[in-house]
C-alpha cells in the first residue's frame, strides 16, 4: 500500500462507519455473494452459521483437515499455514481486503478445501454464509 493510501485509509474507514456500511463491501465481492443469494435461492446469509460452519468439525473428509481452523487458524484474522508449511494469507476481509474478489479463485478454493474438509462440495448457502462471515470480520 503505497503512503497516500495509509493516510486516506482511516478517513476512508470512518467514513464507511458512519454511512453504516461494511468495511466489505467490494464489487466483486458483492456479485459472488449475490450469485450464490441466486444458487442457494435465499435473500441474504448467517455470518454465525458461517462462522459455525468454519470451526466445526466435520467428517467426510480428509482426517487431517477436519476443520476450516485447521490450516485457517481459528481466528481467521490471522495467517494461517498448509500443511506442507506454505503461509496462507488471512481469511478475513478486514486484514486481507482483497479477498473473495476473482470469482474462479474463489470457486477454486471452494471445490479444493469443501472435498478436503467435507468429503463433497459445499452448498450455495454454506458458500454464502462462509463468506458472510469472513466478510464481516
Known amino acids: 500500500m503505497n503512503r497516500t493510501m495509509h493516510r486516506i485509509m ?3 474507514v ?6 453504516g456500511q461494511p468495511l ?37 473428509g480428509k482426517p487431517q483437515t477436519p476443520s476450516c481452523a ?10 494461517g499455514q498448509t500443511r506442507v508449511g506454505k503461509v496462507i494469507e488471512p481469511m478475513a476481509v478486514s486484514r486481507n481486503p482483497s479477498r473473495f474478489t476473482d470469482p ?10 469443501c472435498r478436503s474438509v467435507l468429503g463433497r462440495e459445499c452448498s450455495a ?3 454464502g454464509d462462509f463468506l458472510t462471515y469472513l466478510s464481516n470480520l
Open 10 to 12: 482511516p478517513a476512508l
Open 14 to 19: 470512518l467514513g464507511a462507519l458512519a454511512l
Open 24 to 60: 466489505s463491501a467490494d464489487p466483486a465481492r458483492d456479485a459472488i455473494i449475490n450469485q450464490l443469494k441466486a444458487e442457494a435461492g435465499v435473500s441474504s446469509f448467517s455470518a454465525e452459521r458461517g462462522k459455525q460452519f468454519f470451526h466445526a468439525r466435520h467428517s467426510g
Open 70 to 79: 485447521t490450516c485457517h487458524t481459528s481466528d481467521p484474522r490471522n495467517s
Open 104 to 113: 474462479k479463485k474463489v470457486a477454486k478454493w471452494f471445490r479444493r478445501n
Open 125 to 127: 448457502r454454506e458458500k
